[in-house]
């Protein structure tokens, strides 16, 4: 993914990770006579968690309404009409993520993903150029239901629901799963064999903002750059109930800006070059194990540093 994209698309401070990471970096994912998982036995959930803007509940001024009903499930929702370009700011202390939101009145939900603490949700509409000025703010001290909330659920990077394609084929591939890590290698797997990168698509991104990627659009085509390899991989892992962070940042040697997932499972999944432990966050990047390494806009695999969480 290019980095003025990236850059231009999402305006936040640096998130600092406090969290284990390993890193998959050496080879593709994919079945192996080395290939072994463990954990506890494995039960697909009978639905999937949800996310959605309610407009009864919300507070609001200014043809902006912000929803923080459902805090306690990590994330929050904004809708807005307006003539002129609007953002959507979820800020903590020192912290703040800023997203589009559209001028048509379409609500959008996101990530609560700077943990328990004192929120402030702003709606922003542009005046001039790059400048912005706050409409609609709503303040909510946040205490999460659990820290996997923000990461199980869908949000405006990573959209699907119970009639989602993704979903379904999800559900599909963890049909024969005995634990998690089965579960794990047979989305990784199936991704990695069936969607390839896009180089057009990601010299065309490069110097354009407002990308919005699209699970199920990315599965229909098997194609995509890190942002799709990452939001249908989050798609999958957690509409399965498995914790699933959609990560960007630098990837060495050249700081290549670039899209990545971390997961969460209660189990193994370990393979040549490959080991995701039990009840830690690990890095899993699809579009390096995708190429074999083979690609410009992945870098090296060796080194990552980690930006915006979603």
């Known amino acids: 993914m290019g980095k003025a994209l990236h850059r231009a698309r999402i305006a936040a401070v640096v998130v600092a990770l406090a969290c284990t990471v390993a890193c998959c970096s050496l080879g593709g994912c994919g079945s192996s006579s080395d290939e072994a998982t463990s954990g506890p036995s494995y039960s697909e959930p009978t639905s999937i968690e949800t996310s959605g803007f309610d407009a009864s509940a919300a507070e609001g001024q200014n043809d902006a309404l912000i929803d923080v009903s459902s805090s306690s499930k990590g994330y929050v929702g904004a809708s807005a009409t307006s003539a002129s370009k609007l953002k959507f700011q979820v800020s903590s202390g020192e912290m703040s993520y800023s997203y589009d939101l559209p001028s048509d009145g379409t609500p959008i939900v996101c990530p609560i993903n700077m943990g328990d603490g004192a929120y402030t949700f702003r709606v922003m509409r542009n005046v001039e150029k790059d400048s912005y000025v706050e409409i609609c703010s709503v303040s909510s001290q946040v205490t999460l239901d659990s820290e996997f909330e923000p990461y199980l659920r869908p949000n405006v990077f990573c959209d699907y629901d119970e009639d989602s394609a993704c979903v379904a084929k999800a559900r599909d591939l963890a049909s024969d799963a005995t634990n998690e890590g089965d579960v794990l290698s047979s989305v990784c797997d199936y991704i990695t064999h069936n969607v390839t990168y896009d180089r057009g698509k990601a010299a065309s991104l490069s110097s354009v903002t407002g990308y919005v990627p699209d699970p199920d659009a990315t ?63 690990t890095r899993v990047d699809l579009t390096f194990a995708a190429s074999d390494g083979n690609n410009g806009y992945v870098g090296d695999g060796s080194e990552y540093t980690d930006r915006y969480t979603y």
């Open 219 to 281: 599965l229909a085509s098997g194609t995509g750059i890190c942002f799709d390899y990452s939001s249908l991989g989050a798609a999958m892992l957690r509409s399965l109930g498995i914790p699933c962070k959609i990560m960007t940042g630098y990837v060495s040697p050249d700081d290549i800006y670039h899209a990545w997932i971390m997961v969460y499972i209660d189990g193994k999944w370990t393979m040549v070059g490959f080991d995701v432990e039990s009840n830690t966050w």
